[in-house]
């Protein structure tokens, strides 16, 4: 009788560390499901929770990775969008490096830019200046594009 009621015992510890590891698991997983990407379920075990823990925490290393993409390309998409805007029917350079400059800066929210163009010999002459920039983009091989984010 007491090796019965001693596996019994045992039994139900093991019922309640399953049940709490399930428990946290759904807990991680709605934190997901919510777009909480940086849950991770943390079981160590070698059973078979812990390798669907493991997969769980790999699929949400994908997921952050696929929405990091996305949101990535999406604000590329927009700021080309936003560049084109700037450039559309701009004949003069002054203006169109005025519209392209305060485009950028208020896109990327940066405080200060510079523009650039380019001749020949490839000597940069500078035409527009707002502020000192540390950060330069090349733009079609022709212009320069500088912009300090805070």
């Given at each position: 009788?007491?090796?019965?009621l001693?596996k019994?015992?045992?039994?139900?510890?093991?019922?309640?560390?399953?049940?709490?590891?399930?428990?946290?698991?759904?807990?991680?997983?709605r934190?997901?499901?919510?777009g909480n990407?940086?849950?991770?379920?943390?079981?160590?075990?070698?059973?078979?929770?812990?390798?669907?823990?493991?997969?769980?925490?790999?699929?949400?290393?994908?997921?952050?990775?696929?929405?990091?993409?996305?949101?990535?390309?999406?604000?590329?998409?927009?700021?080309?969008?936003?560049?084109?805007?700037?450039?559309?029917?701009?004949?003069?350079?002054e203006?169109?490096?005025?519209?392209?400059?305060?485009?950028?800066?208020?896109?990327?929210?940066?405080p200060?830019?510079?523009?650039?163009?380019?001749?020949?010999?490839w000597n940069?002459?500078?035409i527009?200046?707002?502020y000192?920039a540390?950060i330069?983009i090349?733009y079609?091989?022709?212009?320069i594009?500088?912009?300090?984010k805070?």
């Amino acid at each position: 009788m007491d090796r019965r009621l001693a596996k019994q015992v045992i039994e139900e510890e093991k019922y309640k560390e399953t049940r709490l590891r399930i428990s946290k698991m759904e807990e991680v997983t709605r934190g997901i499901a919510s777009g909480n990407y940086d849950a991770r379920i943390i079981d160590q075990e070698d059973d078979e929770l812990g390798r669907i823990a493991h997969a769980l925490n790999h699929m949400t290393d994908s997921l952050e990775e696929t929405f990091n993409n996305l949101k990535e390309k999406g604000w590329l998409q927009t700021g080309s969008m936003y560049i084109s805007e700037a450039m559309r029917g701009q004949r003069i350079l002054e203006n169109l490096s005025s519209n392209l400059i305060r485009s950028l800066t208020t896109y990327m929210e940066a405080p200060m830019g510079t523009i650039y163009i380019r001749d020949q010999d490839w000597n940069f002459k500078l035409i527009l200046f707002l502020y000192p920039a540390l950060i330069t983009i090349l733009y079609n091989n022709k212009y320069i594009l500088a912009f300090y984010k805070i």
